[in-house]
């Protein structure tokens, strides 16, 4: 059985699977990026903001931030399962496909979205840090 086919849609779902992790750990570095300015301003005193004002403002970047990169975890986690099934049919040479449209475009369900926060250390961890440093800033200032 010729898996030129297999090979290619494989390759495709690699690509997607780096790109969609170079957009996490931009969204992270922008998140940091961000977080950092608002800390300096309020050290400084360029930005007039008590402690409370920045543990709101903070928290409140902290969950945009994090929305967006659940949101960009839904079609790498899809890729890489997508990619698993390229490889298993490969070895197996039962490959049916290609699929790629299919498994990536299904909608988003709220449980698709929300699971990694829990499931995933790389996820929660970094939040978790970002958040005890806002805490920090905000009794600081």
């Keep these: 059985m010729d898996n030129s086919t297999a090979i290619e849609e494989w390759k495709l779902l690699q690509s ?16 940091i990026a961000f977080i950092t300015a608002l800390s ?8 007039a903001v008590n402690g409370l004002s920045l543990a709101m403002i903070g928290i ?24 698993k099934a390229v490889e298993e049919s490969m070895r197996n040479g039962n490959y049916q496909g290609p699929w790629l449209a299919d498994s990536l475009t299904k909608p ?3 449980i698709e979205l929300w699971r990694p926060l829990f499931l995933n250390e790389m996820i929660y961890i970094p939040a978790l840090a970002i958040f005890f440093v806002i805490l920090v800033m905000a ?3």
């Design 108 to 110: 988003v369900t709220s």
């Design 40 to 47: 300096v301003g309020a050290f400084t005193g360029r930005i």
């Design 16 to 31: 997607i699977i780096a790109r969609q992790e170079g957009l996490v750990f931009t969204i992270r570095g922008c998140h």
């Design 139 to 141: 009794a600081i200032v």
């Design 60 to 83: 409140g970047v902290l969950l945009a931030f994090l929305w967006m990169e659940l949101a960009q975890r839904v079609p790498l986690k899809r890729s890489i399962e997508r990619s």
